[in-house]
């Protein structure tokens, strides 16, 4: 089943924003890592995986169960699913009960890396392909 099918046969509301992926992904490194400088981002190869900022700990964030469970006990209304290497970015509305089970029985994590974010872009969740790293939880 698709992920767009599974988020809305519990009652989310998706709609697919179509060729989003470079403007999402380039919004998500101004919103959480502009910390960083371009000499860093390239040193931990960025411009590879987002996700570097964490596994190369150059951001303070919560990893495995405690970000699991960070982002179980988020409030989310309104967010964004995107993907590392994909112009597939989905928008949830109503997705107060999205939990991490959804998102890896509907992911294949082997071979996509999932950024959720919310509206505001003031918290992320990130599943990798990587199974030794993550997932992360960051909060601005």
């Given at each position: 089943m698709k992920m767009k099918d599974a988020l809305k046969k519990k009652r989310m509301?998706?709609?697919k924003l179509s060729n989003q992926g470079e403007f999402f992904r380039k919004r998500?490194?101004?919103?959480?890592?502009?910390a960083l400088s371009a000499s860093q981002k390239?040193?931990?190869?960025?411009?590879?995986f987002l996700w570097h900022a964490f596994s190369y700990e150059k951001l303070p964030?919560?990893?495995?169960?405690?970000?699991?469970?960070?982002?179980?006990?988020?409030?989310?209304?309104?967010?964004?699913l995107l993907f590392e290497h994909d112009e597939r970015v989905l928008q949830l509305s109503k997705c107060k009960h999205l939990t991490t089970d959804d998102l890896s029985e509907n992911t294949n994590m082997y071979l996509e890396d999932l950024y959720v974010v919310d509206k505001d872009f003031t918290w992320?969740?990130?599943i990798t392909h990587e199974s030794s790293c993550g997932p992360y939880f960051y909060r601005t």
């Open positions: 509301f998706v709609k998500w490194e101004n919103e959480f890592a502009d390239k040193k931990i190869y960025m411009d590879q964030c919560l990893q495995g169960e405690q970000a699991v469970q960070a982002f179980e006990h988020q409030v989310k209304n309104d967010c964004y992320t969740y990130v």
